[in-house]
């Protein structure tokens, strides 16, 4: 068993449609969005308070709850891509790749083009070795985030263009890779560096200087929450072993 390293389910919520009415002309909105602007105000204010409940049911792992409570708003209003996107984390957390990709398809022809979801769906293709489709995906994300300079969209923009490394790998593109591998060096803000350079030691079969060069990254970045992502897209992709045992693969020449 893998874990999954990260699902984003932050989007621009429904209830936003509200301000956004102020500034645009209502025609400009989402399809979506228009839909929801016309509930009456009491059925929007209960979509709101149902699905914050749901996001907060699913930030404390109870998942059952959360796809109880996300039913409920669906109830009210189910053409909602944090909604489609939300139960999509649910089912991901029960390993039901399958459904969970409905779910982040349902919310990607909702709302096209969004980094969170194209980001979801990027993750499953990983997690299920469709490695074309990761590339695909992933690639999109990355164009998408990569010149923010928030520190929290950097660690994310380094942790895509990692899996978009090791997809690339998967596909045989080993130059690409080794290129990519070399975009940053050692005053770079995350683990990307030393992970990098695992990766295509890992991939060349030089098992030792791998395990030193996340070593040393592990040293610098000494933060669980922050390292984690990155342990876990390596016992994804193969590389090291996870707690449940049988994870590994093989290298990337697969």
């Known amino acids: 068993m893998k874990p999954i390293s990260l699902l984003l389910c932050c989007l621009l919520p429904v ?31 209960e979509y709101q308070l149902k699905f914050a409940e749901a996001q907060r049911l699913f930030a404390q792992k109870r998942v059952f709850e959360t796809i109880s409570k996300a039913n409920e708003a669906a109830a009210i ?24 990709m409905e779910h982040f398809k349902a919310a990607d022809k909702l709302m096209p083009g969004d980094p969170s979801i194209l980001f979801n769906m990027a993750e499953l293709n990983f997690v299920t070795k469709d490695w074309a489709a990761a590339e695909t995906n992933l690639g999109k994300v990355l164009s998408m985030i990569e010149k923010s300079t928030k520190p929290e969209d950097v660690q994310v923009s380094r942790l895509v263009e990692f899996k978009l490394l090791l997809a690339k790998l998967k596909l045989g593109k080993k130059d690409e890779a080794a290129k990519m591998a070399k975009k940053y060096d050692y005053l770079d803000d995350s683990p990307f ?18 395990e030193s060069a996340m ?7 000494r933060d669980p929450a922050l390292i984690s992502s990155w342990q876990d ?6 590389y090291i072993k996870g707690f449940f045992g049988g994870d590994a693969e093989g290298t990337a020449s697969e």
């Open 15 to 45: 209830a936003a449609v509200k301000g956004q009415e102020a500034e645009k002309p209502k025609a400009e909105l989402p399809a979506f969005a228009q839909e929801f602007s016309n509930l009456p105000k009491e059925k929007r204010d």
């Open 77 to 100: 209003f189910k053409n909602s891509p944090e909604l489609q996107n939300l139960l999509g984390a649910c089912q991901v957390e029960f390993r039901d790749f399958d459904k969970a």
């Open 193 to 210: 560096p030393y992970y990098a350079e695992a990766a295509i030691a890992f991939a060349e079969g030089r098992d030792m200087d791998a």
């Open 233 to 238: 897209t390596m016992i994804e992709f193969g």
């Open 215 to 221: 070593a040393r990254g592990s040293r610098i970045f």
